[in-house]
């Protein structure tokens, strides 16, 4: 990791000239929030900005191209890959402010909103007006449109609904000299050059900073259903997932949990969890009767693949149930390990219950207990990496690579929804050639010549 | 446009030892399928070669890198931009002979193809296994599929289902430099550096050769049904095509046909065309129950939207009829007119009626006549824009500058579906700024600095 350097007082000087003091955070206990993410990484920065418009984002980078230092954009502060941490000293630049929504266009399924908007709070705006902005990462409830852009956000409902970047069609972005172009555009196709848009979609915050995002959205479906569905083990629900899909039905969510999962939320659920049996977790939207129809199918494949019991949730508030039953995981997994890594491996669905059976060879080897539970309909694996406490990180850190290498051979990637940031910068060149890699530095150099925006991220 | 130079005899002496004989084309006969494309434009190319393999175009990159020309890469030849023509001379590079379908994988949804295969051939292939491949370009019986990911194809059921880009999970590409890199996932999900797939995509052939493709499928709608609904006028067609999806329904087509189209095709029609009358095509796919529920539902919100009368299509053959009429609209503007040119601009739905609105005073102003259809759900007008003769064309031009300012001044795209390639070169900087073009020719410079890779497409 490169030298952190600190500001210089001339640009700390520029810097309270050039914005209200209500915009300028320096104090320990204002930084407290900033120096984290969801991941398990702590860096205080020195300074935060906050934008309340483009012309702020502009001004903050004249600033640092004149005093030469880094900038990090930073949404929610939900990622899982310290990619908003400022780890090489500089100024953070927090969007939260830059949360207006402009439009919810129903004549035009559109939606343009400013990057600090809440994803909840766009999904319930669509909402009011018929329309369905269908993303939904785990923390919605905090987590910015901008965020999710700049990390391609996922979510359960990327098996029916695809991820963020389904959803973005246009964009404007303030580039690392200041300058702002439009990417892509407001309407629903748009072949009128290289498509800068989707470029920007997942760079996690190196290439440009997002100020606005014309969204699409669909008609809100009238119907949800779902239901929990109990199975020996996990070699039989993944069996289910492939039946019910070939089947021809395609869920909105497919979520699964391993039994180490189901053992430790075991107090939460409303039957007596035995040896490995794993779960699945099934929801379908669409008209009333399509949803009726399809999870009663759903069922019966499912009991047909071996399935022990159904538990059809009766309404909303049920639901609702089973899901905090899938939340609680991650946080019992917390309150329970010494020391805890969050891996979110893809691998093809078919690979799934593989992978999920060559965890146990792997767990002795490196002396870890690793609990799954992820997104089965995408082949999306959360696996959480535990081990007694912090000391034993490097075996740990030896153990994780190891089972990449077992996810890769499997023909999957280290990472379908957190990206690279910092955590992950060890791993990338497990999957990317050193061939892409110097493209997509090149392209960074063309976006960022100077190495100010968010500079020690995603490359080695 | 850059003078064209010839091949020296060094080079293609080097390409005839190179490749095997029947892999080269040069003679007259053979070389007039490849000197054009959909669009107006002919140049005859030099020399042709057919690569069999990955190998194949990296020795020919190998060989224009040692000789410094040209390569052009080519598909099925049915775009309408001109961007697979060999306008500064060099070897066209055929991709049709690698044709395979690796994999279609009804366990993980997705299918491993080579770019020459048919668009309908994989769609055939997927549906044979239950599965679906939606995109559904106009040129679909002799699109390649590499073709369609180079122009990020469209087509009438990108309303429901998105673009080609939609549905590319990954790509195997040779760099101008002969070099192989693997971008992408064969996963449904992936976050794993800057998304060089989806840059890749619409980049229309300038950034590398697509030589593999990894596809996503989806399982196969259980039914379609279609109908045609006729309207007094096309203002209150868009506005049915609003209430529709308004209220919800998301029929997998729209498609609209003005009155000059109407009446060009009269002969075809069940019922007399009168005035201003225009139509629209709509088709629904899902489950049997839900597609009979929704055109009738469909049909119910024109006829309140000011429809005329519905024509359902009782079968496949009759929907099969009515998709002849609108492919035969094409056709005979082709046989009636002199000179003709196409545009497929996009504006936002809400704002379709309008852009109709405005084209008469543009048609007198210009001594022009357009015709108008295309796809009503997502705001993708195909303008057909036809006059005497060829020597109208710089009136045309200057015509088709004005309609192009029309349509950005209404928040629209110069192009859906189409690109740039040669034919739209004059209007690009229309739509995008100085720094984006800037910007993208920095990204054309990192991936082919010498610039022998389709040069003089996409960029003035």
Not at 76 to 84: Q, S
Not at 95 to 101: G, H, Q
């Given at each position: 990791m490169a030298q952190r350097q600190l500001l210089s007082s001339e640009a700390r000087d520029a810097l309270y000239g050039s914005f209200?003091?209500?915009q300028i955070l320096s104090q320990p206990a204002e930084l407290e929030n900033y120096?984290?993410?969801?991941?398990?990484l702590r860096i205080v920065p020195e300074l935060v900005v906050k934008a309340r418009c483009r012309e702020d984002v502009q001004k903050l980078f004249e600033l640092a191209n004149r005093f030469d230092f880094p900038v990090i954009p930073r949404g929610?502060?939900?990622?899982?890959?310290?990619?908003?941490?400022?780890s090489q000293g500089g100024v953070v630049l927090s969007?939260?402010?830059?949360?207006?929504?402009r439009l919810v266009d129903e004549k035009n399924l559109i939606a343009v909103v400013e990057p600090g908007v809440i994803t909840e709070t766009l999904k319930n705006s669509a909402r009011e007006k018929g329309l369905f902005y269908p993303p939904d990462p785990a923390g919605l409830d905090k987590s910015t449109i901008g965020g999710n852009a700049a990390t391609n956000a996922g979510g359960p409902a990327c098996v029916k609904y695809g991820t963020t970047r389904d959803y973005i069609l246009g964009l404007e972005v303030v580039l690392p000299n200041g300058h702002l172009i439009r990417t892509g555009?407001?309407?629903?196709?748009g072949v009128v050059g290289y498509d800068l848009t989707h470029l920007m979609v997942g760079s996690e915050g190196t290439l440009g900073v997002i100020t606005a995002l014309t969204l699409k959205l669909i008609p809100h479906p009238e119907a949800v259903a779902g239901m929990a569905i109990v199975f020996p083990d996990m070699a039989k629900a993944t069996r289910a997932v492939g039946a019910v899909m070939g089947a021809g039905y395609l869920p909105f969510a497919i979520e699964f949990m391993d039994h180490r999962c189901l053992h430790l939320v075991q107090d939460q659920l409303p039957f007596p969890v035995s040896g490995s049996e794993a779960m699945l977790l099934m929801e379908m939207d669409g008209p009333e009767a399509q949803v009726a129809e399809g999870i009663k199918a759903m069922g019966n494949i499912c009991l047909e693949s071996g399935a022990r019991r159904l538990l059809p949730a009766a309404n909303d508030e049920e639901r609702e149930r089973l899901w905090e039953v899938r939340r609680a995981v991650s946080l019992r997994i917390h309150d329970t390990a010494g020391l805890y890594m969050s891996e979110d491996v893809v691998v093809p669905i078919s690979r799934i219950a593989d992978l999920v059976a060559a965890l146990p060879a792997l767990e002795e080897k490196y002396d870890l207990t690793v609990y799954s539970f992820g997104h089965a309909g995408d082949g999306n694996i959360h696996l959480n990496i535990t081990a007694?406490?912090?000391?034993r990180m490097p075996q740990v850190e030896e153990g994780i690579k190891d089972i990449l290498g077992v996810v890769l051979q499997m023909g999957?990637?280290?990472?379908?929804?957190?990206?690279?940031?910092?955590?992950k910068l060890p791993f990338i060149a497990m999957e990317l050639s050193q061939e892409s890699l110097e493209l997509q530095k090149g392209i960074k150099r063309v976006f960022d010549p100077k190495g100010i925006l968010n500079p020690g991220k995603v490359f080695p």
């Open positions: 209200e003091s209500g120096d984290r993410d969801a991941s398990e929610g502060g939900t990622g899982l890959a310290g990619g908003c941490l400022a969007l939260e402010e830059m949360s207006r929504i555009v407001n309407t629903r196709k007694d406490g912090p000391e999957g990637t280290i990472s379908g929804e957190h990206g690279i940031g910092l955590a």
